[in-house]
């Protein structure tokens, strides 16, 4: 995630704080996560991005949340500091724009895969899910941009979550997805609807269906996550002549 970070702030592009941010957070679950390796001594990179962004309406919320989980990660817990984060993060909550709660919903998600334990999966999804409903009714078709992507995140949380918790009724995966269509057909075929209907499938060992969404998402957009599902896929089909020669 850093180093894509890194090439769209390299074209200069205008969302600089968004990508920002999107670095910092790379750059903090690297530190968590092999802090002997890649990401030794660079957690105080991430805070003191993620200290400046936080002062941007649009990233408060997201940064501040953010701030709170590595604080309490750190090798030297600074806990008056993770107090004033707390009662900052309640503030930032109450006046949070939909889109601010989307992407601090897309923390916790990311903070949940990233868990070292069941418990804090758990956690970490449910305040995820938190933060969506207040942008969508669970049982309702998106009417706009933002109520789309949080049906779509929502359907993420299911298909990233423990299988025993889900599979039996999947259905509410495809229901998610399919909320997110704003009631067209033609909002079904975007990157992540594609990718997740690909997930879903692959995890139900429907690999046919899975590989079909999969070569929509390539044709619309030819990305390396797809490519490297799409190689999944074709192995567990035994497709050996599809397969990307290196």
Same mark, same amino acid.
């Given at each position: 995630?850093?180093?894509?970070?890194?090439?769209?702030?390299?074209?200069?592009?205008?969302?600089?704080?968004?990508?920002?941010?999107?670095?910092?957070?790379?750059?903090?679950?690297?530190?968590?996560?092999?802090?002997?390796?890649?990401?030794?001594?660079?957690?105080? &990179?991430? +805070?003191?991005? #993620?200290?400046?962004?936080? /002062?941007?309406?649009?990233? =408060?919320? $997201?940064?501040?949340?953010?701030?709170?989980?590595?604080?309490?990660?750190?090798?030297?817990?600074?806990?008056?500091?993770? &107090?004033? +984060?707390?009662? #900052?993060?309640?503030?930032? /909550?109450?006046?949070?724009? =939909?889109? $601010?709660?989307?992407?601090?919903?897309?923390?916790?998600?990311?903070?949940?895969?990233?868990?070292?334990?069941?418990?804090?999966?758990?956690?970490?999804?449910?305040?995820?899910?938190?933060?969506?409903?207040?942008?969508?009714?669970?049982?309702?078709?998106?009417?706009?941009?933002?109520?789309?992507?949080?049906?779509?995140?929502?359907?993420?949380?299911?298909?990233?979550?423990?299988?025993?918790?889900?599979?039996?009724?999947?259905?509410?995966?495809?229901?998610?997805?399919?909320?997110?269509?704003?009631?067209?057909?033609?909002?079904?075929?975007?990157?992540?609807?594609?990718?997740?209907?690909?997930?879903?499938?692959?995890?139900?060992?429907?690999?046919?269906?899975?590989?079909?969404?999969?070569?929509?998402?390539?044709?619309?957009?030819?990305?390396?996550?797809?490519?490297?599902?799409?190689?999944?896929?074709?192995?567990?089909?035994?497709?050996?002549?599809?397969?990307?020669?290196?």
């Amino acid at each position: 995630m850093e180093h894509e970070s890194n090439k769209l702030l390299a074209k200069g592009l205008s969302d600089l704080s968004s990508i920002n941010w999107w670095r910092a957070i790379a750059v903090g679950f690297m530190s968590i996560s092999n802090p002997s390796g890649e990401g030794r001594g660079r957690l105080g &990179e991430a +805070l003191r991005e #993620l200290s400046f962004l936080k /002062t941007r309406q649009d990233l =408060e919320l $997201s940064s501040v949340v953010a701030l709170l989980f590595f604080h309490r990660l750190a090798e030297n817990i600074d806990y008056e500091e993770i &107090e004033i +984060l707390s009662n #900052l993060a309640a503030r930032a /909550t109450e006046r949070a724009s =939909e889109p $601010s709660l989307l992407l601090c919903a897309q923390f916790h998600l990311y903070a949940g895969i990233h868990a070292t334990s069941n418990e804090r999966l758990c956690e970490q999804f449910k305040a995820s899910r938190s933060l969506i409903r207040k942008v969508i009714e669970v049982d309702t078709i998106a009417e706009t941009e933002t109520q789309k992507q949080a049906h779509i995140l929502w359907a993420w949380i299911q298909l990233s979550s423990p299988m025993d918790s889900w599979h039996n009724d999947g259905r509410d995966v495809l229901r998610h997805l399919d909320g997110a269509t704003c009631g067209s057909e033609e909002s079904v075929w975007d990157l992540e609807s594609l990718m997740a209907r690909a997930c879903y499938y692959e995890l139900m060992k429907q690999y046919l269906s899975a590989l079909d969404f999969l070569n929509q998402a390539v044709a619309l957009q030819s990305w390396s996550p797809a490519l490297l599902e799409k190689a999944k896929v074709l192995v567990h089909l035994g497709d050996w002549e599809q397969l990307p020669v290196p």
